[in-house]
């Protein structure tokens, strides 16, 4: 066979072994094995039927990524479809781990397939900004319909074996640890009961169904519009369905051929297959090795019960870690613990689990208002007020209270958490936590090394993030660390252009049709524009401060930048439209015509210059670090890679160009960062770094 492929006989069942670590992914050594071995079982005689199966982790788990992107090279996967589905004799394939994309594309060739209960299917290619691109749009909805197969190939779901053998996608489950025995023994037996060479592509009852109902279509689109907002993939996944509904197999497959090769040519997918590696990159950290020793985590302290700390706390509840929340009044207390309850029980009530599992962590909550109570806690994360002396005061009783060895961490947002250390004798224990908010909800946790941050504790603050089901990127200390930090690009901006001539409305629909879920402006309304505001101090010296004088404190006023009806929905408002004008006047600003390309770089070029500046400082690892922190943390659009690679689709040359440009007319807030001069000047990329 080759290096990652064997074939070995079973009396009469050849048994087709794929062995390629990590997750036998179809490169092209594996598909010349695949090729090579249903050929070897095919001419051999003796041979009644074949078993495709693999060893490690899982079975085949897709296309090889890495491929992408690159001139083909090795056998084509079709060839190999083709020898399967075509063949004399009944191929059967054995799942275990997860089938996916091209996986479960070369599984519905085989004429069975048999898989371990644990193991899951999928065709997730809608992740990568692509869609099955191997037959699987036109095979799926013949076996699990239409409506199915719609939702699966635009969720990208992992489907588990007992759902596969129910919507007839598996032919039988195998004993759990027992699959080889299982499938040889299937194939035996289908042997022996003569049973014909099911071929996939000839079952057109379900689509055929389904023909003459475009309603289904109409439908599915209608309902996943707001979702699907911005993606293409999904898009075209839905009209290789319609095409699968519609056409004859053949011509189905030509449609999902063309519509294939639209995609993978594309920047979407570029951006997307960007973001899955970025996201396995995220977690490796040059200089704390793997082996790093971590500490044990099976107690959690958080001081504060407000909006964040009871967050924080849900997410260790969650994973069964007990929980001691501390606050300094007995209302504040209950008003946090009650918010938890709440925030379970409503989980509950839409059914993502039962009354029980709510006692369950619920009971794994303990309230307390002694600091004292935290002394046994591996773990502890202050989440108080954003001041830096009531942070140290907190970090300097924990000192005084927690055991040795274990970890002091602030969830704090902007404060320098290398000042807070020195109000403690053990600053290598003193790490950042960085929730983003809602802290049970949001994916991303930025881990704030300070100077004196020890490995271990950098080690297993990594590991509990993914622990906790977080994405934590290992950034630095610095004002707003990352995410926060090249917000304030954006937001100082922002500012600046609906006082030269743009509206708010103008500047967030530029943002919005670009992909980001709202703009600066309405989410100011959402948050509320009189966060950090104080009615004695304002003195109208901002556009803010004039709308809070005026009470447009934003929607939970009914007014902030915008205007809004009864249901909340936001319009431009007149009277902010004068107040912007009348501002820039007082200002003596001239306001002229902004164009919105000019709203879209102002806005996004000095972010991508700032990551520059993250990166040559060493405040982030790498560029595609803050390509997470941006997509998991503000919703920058994944179809662009986040901002960095997004400055690398537009060509870090034209980041530069625009930005001295600006900064000829508009000052040094533009000035370009020295590793953006520098990456422009070697002909590289962000993704370099
Ligand atoms: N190609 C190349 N490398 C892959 C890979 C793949 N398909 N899948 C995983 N890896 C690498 C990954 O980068 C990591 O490397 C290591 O394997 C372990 O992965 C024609 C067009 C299978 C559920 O989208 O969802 O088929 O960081 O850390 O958490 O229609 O990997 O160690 O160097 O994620 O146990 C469709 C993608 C492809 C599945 C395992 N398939 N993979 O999760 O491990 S497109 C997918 C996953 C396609 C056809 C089309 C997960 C996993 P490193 P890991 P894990």
Not at 232 to 252: H, K, M, R, S, T
Not at 429 to 435: D, R, S, T
Not at 679 to 685: L, Q, R
Request: hydrophobic share 40%.
């Amino acid at each position: 066979m080759n290096d990652v492929a064997t074939l070995e006989k079973d009396g009469e069942i050849a048994v087709l072994t794929l062995n390629s670590p990590p997750v036998n992914a179809l490169s092209g050594p594996v598909r010349e094995g695949i090729n090579n071995g249903i050929k070897q079982a095919i001419d051999d005689a003796d041979v009644k039927a074949i078993v495709l199966i693999c060893e490690g982790r899982t079975f085949i788990a897709g296309a090889d990524i890495t491929e992408f992107g690159k001139a083909p090279s090795g056998p084509s996967l079709f060839d190999a479809l083709a020898m399967i589905e075509h063949g004399p004799k009944p191929v059967v394939a054995a799942i275990h781990g997860t089938a996916l994309g091209g996986g479960l594309e070369v599984a519905l060739t085989c004429h069975y397939r048999v898989a371990v209960p644990s193991a899951k299917c999928g065709l997730p290619e809608v992740n990568l900004g692509l869609l099955p691109g191997a037959g699987g749009t036109q095979r799926l909805p013949r076996i699990v319909g239409p409506e199915k197969a719609l939702e699966m190939v635009t969720s990208g779901q992992h489907v588990g074996a007992k759902k596969c053998l129910e919507m007839g996608l598996v032919d039988e489950l195998a004993e759990e640890g027992k699959l080889r025995e299982g499938a040889v023994a299937f194939a035996k037996k289908i042997v022996a009961e003569k049973r014909p060479l099911k071929k996939v592509r000839d079952l057109n009852d379900k689509v055929e169904a389904a023909r003459g109902k475009p309603e289904i279509f109409a439908e599915f689109r209608k309902a996943n519009a707001r979702k699907f907002r911005g993606f293409l993939a999904p898009e075209y996944n839905i009209q290789c369905i319609e095409a699968a509904v519609n056409l004859p197999f053949d011509e189905g497959i030509k449609v999902e051929q063309k519509l294939f090769r639209e995609l993978v040519t594309g920047t979407q997918s570029a951006a997307q297959r960007h973001v899955f590696f970025a996201e396995r990159q995220v977690w490796k950290l040059p200089d704390v090795p793997a082996d790093t020793p971590t500490i044990p985590v099976n107690k959690v302290g958080i001081i504060g019960a407000g909006t964040m700390g009871g967050g924080i706390a849900m997410n260790f509840l969650n994973v069964g870690l007990p929980v001691t929340i501390v606050e300094t009044k007995q209302d504040a207390l209950d008003r946090g613990l009650g918010v938890i309850r709440k925030n379970y029980e409503n989980s509950a009530k839409k059914g993502r689990f039962s009354m029980e599992e709510v006692e369950k962590r619920m009971g794994l909550l303990k309230g307390s208002l002694d600091m004292n109570d935290l002394a046994d806690s591996d773990l502890v994360i202050e989440a108080v007020f954003e001041n830096m002396d009531v942070k140290k005061q907190v970090f300097t009783k924990l000192d005084a209270i927690v055991k040795p060895g274990a970890i002091l961490a602030t969830n704090t947002s902007a404060l320098n958490i290398d000042e807070i250390a020195t109000a403690v004798k053990r600053p290598e224990a003193v790490i950042g936590l960085h929730f983003f908010s809602p802290a049970n909800v949001m994916r991303l946790l930025e881990v704030v090394r300070a100077d004196k941050t020890s490995k271990p504790v950098i080690a297993t603050s990594m590991q509990l993030a993914k622990k906790i089901g977080k994405i934590a990127a290992l950034v630095g200390v610095c004002p707003g660390f990352v995410g926060n930090r090249i917000l304030a690009q954006r937001q100082r901006e922002a500012q600046k252009l609906i006082l030269e001539g743009a509206m708010p409305w103008d500047v967030d629909r530029v943002l919005y049709d670009f992909g980001l879920p709202m703009g600066p402006f309405a989410m100011s309304d959402l948050a509320g524009l009189d966060i950090g505001w104080s009615k004695e101090k304002s003195q109208g010296a901002t556009i803010r401060d004039v709308l809070c004088e005026m009470d447009r404190r934003g929607q939970k006023t009914g007014a902030g930048f915008y205007d809004y009806d009864e249901n909340r929905n936001a319009k431009p408002s007149p009277v902010v439209e004068k107040i912007i004008l009348d501002f820039a006047q007082k200002k003596g600003i001239n306001r002229r015509k902004i164009s919105d390309d000019e709203i879209l770089e102002r806005c996004i070029y000095p972010m991508i210059n700032e990551g520059a500046k993250i990166l040559e400082e060493g405040k982030a690892i790498r560029s595609s670090d803050i390509d997470i922190v941006w997509i998991n943390g503000y919703g920058f659009p994944v179809y662009r890679g986040g901002p960095m690679f997004y400055g690398d689709t537009v060509g870090a040359a034209k980041v530069l160009a625009k930005m001295k440009e600006f900064q000829a007319t508009m000052g040094d807030d533009f000035k370009p960062a020295k590793l953006l001069e520098k990456i422009v000047a070697e002909g590289k990329k962000f993704s370099d770094f």
